[in-house]
């Protein structure tokens, strides 16, 4: 498998399919940070293409040596959270976050999915709308930590902020989220 | 001095990511054995973090890729072609492909067609069989004009060619008298026999010039 860095440079010289490479590589996660910070799917979307274009416009900017690629990508698509989040936030004060429960409903309804299956998707909905609860430093450690498995140090070069403020803000995070899913009847591993 | 449980409660996520020293776990877990507040805290949140963390992630919606793809590098069908651009340009496919519009041009131009001349009714497919097929007879005509033609220039040469063996049969070559040389008479047929063949000869042209142009 060819390193990304490599697939920066054959884009930059014009090969699409390595640009195609890094799309497929890297969806998953731009997609999933996003739809788990956001917790609407038509706006992680919407999101992620928004993330793609922009690191397609600036790959001339991307040094190797300033992190991997990835860790760029996290960035990129974490700045992008914080605007669309600063941008969305009077109108989301009137509406409804809880947007992710009747699509598990429907799900569990309609069809034989294993308890195993079913257990998960009702987890992930739950653990969702316990980060919507989350205030959004504290929500953007935890999906980067926990949900993304990010290091403490790729999380400090994503935030641009000390790595005590990362350790402090994780550690809050996750006894909050901890303390909401007890709430909503998660039961510990 | 022994950790409080503010303390345990600020290093949790160090312990649970095993980011303590071995004196600080050695601390945080003294405390947490013997303390009813911390070691429930430490359970849970241990419990439900794991639980968290092996969530699966989200899958891509289908149409996510294609969609970026589309407003970034253009539309597929632009890709796959610009993607078989390197394979289409190697040079045994390059000389293929010239090689095969060099032989369409030729064809193109010995069909008799132009394309200043090409019409929009000229690609119509009964005008196309009729032109075909009227180039396909004159073709034909032409094969039968240049064979005919060719068969008088054999019978010409035939005839204009010297008798071999019945001609020495009936007129023994004299033996050349010593000395002189000529050679006329070996290389060129008899005075007499020469008219007689001309005139042969004249007869068969005008009879085969007027077959072909009643043809």
């Given at each position: 498998m060819q390193p990304d860095a490599q697939l920066v440079q054959d884009c930059l010289r014009g090969h699409g399919p390595a640009w195609e490479e890094l799309v497929h590589r890297h969806s998953r996660r731009v997609f999933n940070i996003c739809y788990r910070f956001t917790g609407n799917s038509t706006e992680a979307e919407d999101l992620s293409q928004e993330v793609f274009l922009k690191i397609y416009r600036s790959?001339?900017?991307?040094?190797?040596v300033s992190g991997g690629f990835a860790t760029w990508l996290t960035s990129v698509t974490r700045n992008l959270l914080v605007d669309h989040y600063r941008r969305t936030r009077r109108d989301r004060l009137t509406d409804?976050?809880?947007?992710e429960m009747p699509r598990l409903e429907e799900k569990h309804s309609g069809g034989r999915m294993p308890d195993k299956i079913v257990a998960e998707a009702q987890l992930s909905a739950q653990v969702q709308q316990a980060l919507s609860h989350l205030s959004p430093e504290l929500r953007e450690a935890v999906i980067l930590r926990?949900?993304?498995?990010?290091?403490y140090s790729e999380i400090h070069e994503v935030l641009l902020v000390p790595e005590g403020t990362v350790k402090s803000r994780i550690n809050r995070g996750r006894i909050e989220l901890a303390r909401i899913l007890l709430q909503m009847g998660v039961k510990p591993d | 001095m022994s950790w409080n449980c503010e303390q345990i409660e600020e290093r949790l996520s160090d312990y649970l990511d095993n980011l303590l020293s071995a004196g600080e776990r050695t601390e945080f877990e003294r405390h947490a054995a013997g303390c009813a507040r911390c070691t429930p805290l430490i359970a849970r949140v241990g419990g439900i973090i794991r639980r968290v963390q092996s969530l699966a992630p989200i899958e891509v919606p289908p149409r996510l890729v294609p969609v970026i793809l589309d407003q970034t590098i253009g539309p597929r069908g632009w890709r796959r072609w610009l993607a078989m651009a390197p394979t289409l340009l190697q040079p045994r496919f390059a000389m293929g492909f010239a090689t095969a519009a060099a032989s369409l041009v030729i064809l193109f131009y010995a069909s008799g067609l132009s394309p200043a001349k090409?019409?929009?009714?000229?690609?119509?497919p009964v005008n196309i069989y009729r032109s075909v097929n009227r180039q396909s007879h004159l073709v034909y005509a032409r094969g039968v004009k240049y064979v005919n033609d060719m068969r008088v220039v054999y019978e010409i040469q035939s005839r204009l060619r010297p008798p071999e063996s019945p001609v020495r049969e009936e007129t023994p070559t004299?033996?050349?008298?010593?000395?002189?040389?000529?050679q006329k008479s070996q290389g060129a047929p008899h005075p007499g026999r020469s008219s007689t063949r001309s005139s042969n000869l004249y007869a068969f042209v005008v009879t085969q010039t007027l077959a072909g142009s009643s043809q």
């Open positions: 790959l001339a900017s991307y040094r190797e409804s976050i809880e947007d926990d949900l993304q498995g990010l290091e | 090409i019409r929009k009714a000229d690609l119509n004299p033996e050349p008298p010593v000395g002189s040389p000529d």
